[in-house]
């Protein structure tokens, strides 16, 4: 019952995030799950219902390889390389999504879009925040530096500047959206002392 469960919201994220949520609907998702529409509404209560799982399946995903990595790479001494993974992990996220999933949700699905805007926060904020924060004790960000205003200038809106018409994806690589986004910003903020053997300089 689980397994199936899953299985669904795999394969509705995989619709809506292509699609948009509102072009894809209820009847097309059980036709091509080979599954009736009645099933499928044994398992959610209404599309909304659908999308704000489906969204915190593919969230959740996120928030599994961001934590499998830290877990598995716990270098006190290097928080930034941690921040360098969690947002490269969101780039290669967001390509994959249609921007007007996204846009869509705010308009039509609002559980949902909170949903999002909550996993952005709890990202920038529980995690990108006390990383720097951590880099300025150890002496590799300069002590003037405002960490909660940095958050909020770059760490917390790059949604808003890949998906510019044309997305930027369709421009450049990953890793160039990352080293222009990202790593430039915190390059602008680190002691001259952590500059000369950074790893962002490697």
């Known amino acids: ?113 909170k949903r999002y805007s909550n996993f952005k926060k709890d990202i920038v904020w529980d995690l990108v925040c006390p990383l720097l924060k951590k880099a300025q004790n150890l002496g590799q960000v300069r002590n003037e530096v405002k960490i909660e205003l940095v958050c909020r200038l770059f760490l917390g809106r790059m949604e808003d500047m890949v998906y510019s018409s044309p997305t930027l994806f369709e421009e450049y690589s990953i890793q160039e959206l990352l080293e222009h986004i990202i790593i430039n910003n915190l390059r602008g903020i680190l002691t001259l002392e952590y500059l000369s053997t950074s790893p962002l300089e490697k």
Do not use: W
């Not at 928030?63 to 877990?71: E, W």
């Open 1 to 113: 019952m689980l397994e199936d469960k899953k299985h669904i919201l795999a394969f509705a994220i995989g619709n809506f995030t292509k699609f948009g949520s509102k072009r894809f609907s209820m009847d097309e998702l059980a036709q091509n799950l080979g599954i009736s529409k009645k099933t499928l509404y044994r398992y959610f209560g209404s599309k909304e219902e659908l999308v704000c799982e489906s969204l915190g399946f593919l969230l959740n995903q996120l928030r599994t390889k961001v934590d499998a990595y830290m877990a598995q790479n716990p270098n006190e001494n290097e928080p930034l390389t941690t921040i360098i993974f969690i947002y490269k992990q969101g780039l290669m996220t967001l390509q994959e999504i249609n921007p007007s999933f996204l846009f869509g949700l705010s308009k039509y699905y609002p559980d949902a879009f």
